[in-house]
């Protein structure tokens, strides 16, 4: 099986390295787009030819945009003086959904590592400091995971804008929403208990 | 978010419907795709329109090839005279993955089944008895799976091929190689108990 193979098992690979794929599952995706070329694998090229021609990072906050600024960035109404800093573009979209943020973000691309030698110059903090600046910024909310490295990097931010004055907050750590009791660990039902509220 | 999300919601959507991927999968498979556009995205879109300008079903066996006939059933070492019938084409793979089988396949593009009103006109049943004789076929082996529906179209397929004369046989059940007694189900044990041979 020369020719055809070839381009197949290429194609296969290439979506093994996909996060959460492997060889196997992979190999179930291509197999089902060869078998419906024209109701799913079409299609799928049009949408991600689409999307790579006009997807670019926005040049303010790091977001995905399809013009040098994104929606959030261009949007005036999110000119509401505070920027939600997280660590990657996924982190931006799950706060959207929440549809509670009304700022705007700042992506720093990554958290401060020691072990993957992940300095400060390798995340955009510098940007953020010129942006608390040209934008006014007076609230600076910290959404890092709650990782020895997102809190890492939420410490060395902190004192990196200390001299702007700005106010700089953290998202509340404790309980999710719908989580039980019974299955958190410790640290968290440690950290609800301290920041409880009157009820 | 105008246009960019409509764009890239569209495209997790397609990849939400593929098998072994929901919601959450997709979008970080998108994600990673739109942060890696040069080193991962764009060859993805080469590699998909490639095998989507060039994949089409085998038009004797119906395994995916880039021309009319596939490159086994074109493949004159493997005129063996046998043919082995399987479900879809990812049974195809596994047969050649096993490199042991050395004739042609017949890809019947499911299996008989009461419950998602599959019947034999929906197969590619016809086009097998056509080859037993075009072909000049002595065996035929079922590679169906040990569920109902592959039982059921097992036994339709014997029936079928009953008057050709041809030899027909099918895939042994027992421990597969690897497994543990221990984690096998009765009927497996049962099987091959039944198929047992000397020591
Ligand atoms: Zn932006
Ligand atoms: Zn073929």
Not at 140 to 149: F, K, P, R, S, Y
Not at 164 to 187: K, Y
């Amino acid at each position: 099986m020369a020719d055809a193979r070839d381009e197949i098992d290429a194609l296969i690979g290439q979506f093994s390295r996909l996060p959460g794929l492997g060889p196997r599952s992979a190999r179930r995706m291509v197999l089902h787009l060869l078998q419906r070329r024209d109701q799913a694998l079409r299609p799928l090229v049009m949408a991600l030819d689409r999307v790579a021609q006009t997807a670019q990072p926005c040049t303010r906050c790091g977001n995905i945009a399809t013009a040098p600024i994104c929606d959030i960035c261009a949007d005036p109404k999110r000119a509401t003086g505070e920027i939600c800093v997280v660590e990657d573009v996924a982190d931006l979209w799950a706060m959207e959904r929440g549809q509670v943020f009304t700022g705007r973000y700042h992506v720093l691309g990554g958290t401060l590592s020691a072990l993957d030698a992940v300095g400060p110059d390798d995340l955009h903090i510098p940007q953020l400091l010129e942006r608390i600046v040209s934008e006014g910024i007076r609230e600076v909310i910290l959404a890092l995971g709650a990782t020895v490295d997102g809190q890492t990097t939420a410490h060395y931010i902190a004192e990196s804008v200390e001299q702007t004055g700005v106010i700089l907050s953290a998202l509340a750590q404790g309980v999710p929403v719908g989580g039980e009791l019974d299955f958190l660990d410790d640290g968290t039902i440690g950290a609800a208990l301290r920041s409880r509220r009157a009820f």
